[in-house]
């Protein structure tokens, strides 16, 4: 519960509670639950518009999957989806798996190296899991919006009102961020 509390709070005011985590002496192994827990919400949170586009037709992907389905010999234990909105929703929930699972903790640990030496440059004096923390705690306050995103994906389609919902949510997620960069590199630490 106090994590749901800290994620309220970091809304109205971002630098004291992140202030807050760094004083408790949050670590690198709080920092990972903070980024998978934010990669996992982020894979749910992408599950209602992976099912609107595998029931949306598309002919060049449905007659890849026809094509590709004769070409398969049975293999005993694998079976293959003999619906065709059941094989889009396959391949797309594993494309997903694979992109907020593998592809984006990797991505957002050099995106959080990128800022370590950003402040620093700019003459703060954050230390590594700090500058980390700054970002997985970004994002997984910004996640409820992202959440709000998916949903608004799965049930409108593309449309101005997911580009609006996308813009806030990267918005909170770069004004988090900054606040705890501000935070890591001048206020605490040293």
């Known amino acids: 519960m106090a994590l749901v509390n800290d994620i309220a709070g970091a809304y109205r005011r971002p630098r004291p509670v992140f202030a807050g985590l760094l004083a408790r002496g949050v670590d690198d192994k709080t920092g990972l639950v903070f980024l998978l827990l934010a990669m996992g919400l982020g894979f749910l949170s992408q599950l209602p518009g992976v099912s609107r586009r595998a029931n949306l037709p598309d002919p060049e992907l449905d007659a890849a999957i026809l094509a590709e389905r004769a070409d398969v010999r049975p293999i005993e234990g694998v079976e293959v989806p003999d619906a065709l909105v059941d094989a889009k929703f ?4 594993s494309a997903e798996i694979m992109v907020w699972f593998l592809i ?8 959080a190296m990128v800022g370590h030496l950003v402040v620093r440059l700019l003459g703060g004096r954050p230390d590594g899991t700090a500058s980390r923390l700054a970002l997985f ?4 306050v910004a996640v409820p919006l992202k959440l709000l995103h998916g949903l608004t994906f799965g ?5 101005i009102e997911v580009t609006l919902v996308g813009v806030l949510w990267f918005a909170i997620l770069m004004w988090n961020w900054s606040m705890n960069l501000r935070v890591a590199g001048w206020e605490t630490r040293g």
């Open 90 to 93: 396959s391949a797309f929930l």
């Open 104 to 111: 984006l903790p990797l991505v957002f640990y050099g995106v």
């Open 137 to 140: 705690w970004a994002l997984l």
């Open 155 to 159: 049930m409108l389609g593309p449309g």
